[in-house]
């Protein structure tokens, strides 16, 4: 089955750049999506179509996509970004698949 | 706003069916383009697709649970509920519904509603 894999793990100080990578064979033709999930609460979208953001969310956090890798970049990092990270595409028959998350611990 | 909001048993016996509602307000679940998914979390891991499903009824399911899962909607309520049969305890998880515009993305999610799977 499609696999998307993610670090288990990104550290960084407050103030600092964090980079979440997402890989997949498929990611080339597929857009990928991003959410952040803090303990006890609902996952929240923070990026759709590889680097578009909802409204409302602040513009430290972007996305980009380079072959079979798409990055979330979080710019600035605060005490409250830190969270677990899921990223979300589809396989070649429209199935829905999430990455296995990565825990973002600002230091 | 649109709000979605997850009911249901908490609890469920072994080889028993879990069923679940979602009840959306704010937004006609009829809205055009919108599909309607639910998704699961299992205590301390990751999030997996169970299904989603169109207004109209056209449906598609995770190929791993395809065998034991039944997504409907029921336009009039505004609702759209969620059966999976022969549980286990594997199947003991925080259940969360969404929208799913486009089949793409998830957003907004609800609460989440924790099923446990025992005897």
């Known amino acids: 089955s499609y696999e998307l894999t993610q670090p288990p793990s990104v550290s960084v100080s407050p103030g600092q750049t964090a980079r979440i990578t997402c890989s997949g064979d498929?990611?080339?033709?597929?857009?990928v999506h991003w959410y952040h999930q803090k303990p006890g609460q609902a996952p929240v979208l923070v990026i759709f179509k590889d680097s578009e953001r909802p409204s409302g969310l602040p513009e430290r956090f972007s996305g980009s996509s380079s072959g079979t890798t798409v990055t979330l970049t979080i710019s600035a990092v605060q005490a409250e970004d830190e969270a677990d990270y899921y990223c979300?595409?589809?396989?070649?028959?429209?199935?829905?698949?999430f990455g296995g998350g990565t825990k973002l611990t600002v230091l | 706003q649109l709000h979605l909001q997850e009911s249901g048993p908490g609890l469920v016996k072994p080889s028993e069916t879990l069923s679940l509602t979602c009840t959306v307000s704010?937004?006609?679940?009829?809205?055009?383009?919108?599909?309607w998914g639910w998704i699961r979390q299992p205590p301390g891991k990751g999030l997996e697709w169970i299904a989603s499903?169109?207004?109209?009824?056209?449906?598609y399911y995770n190929p791993s649970l395809k065998s034991r899962v039944t997504i409907s909607v029921d336009t009039s309520k505004n609702q759209f509920s969620l059966k999976l049969s022969s549980v286990t305890a594997a199947d003991t998880a925080v259940y969360y519904c969404a929208r799913h515009p486009g089949g793409d993305w998830f957003d907004p999610w609800g609460q989440g509603t924790l099923v446990t799977v025992s005897s």
């Open positions: 499903i169109y207004y109209s009824g056209s449906t």
């Open positions: 498929a990611l080339p033709n597929q857009y």
């Open positions: 979300q595409s589809t396989d070649s028959s429209g199935n829905v698949v």
């Open positions: 704010g937004a006609s679940i009829s809205s055009s383009n919108y599909y």
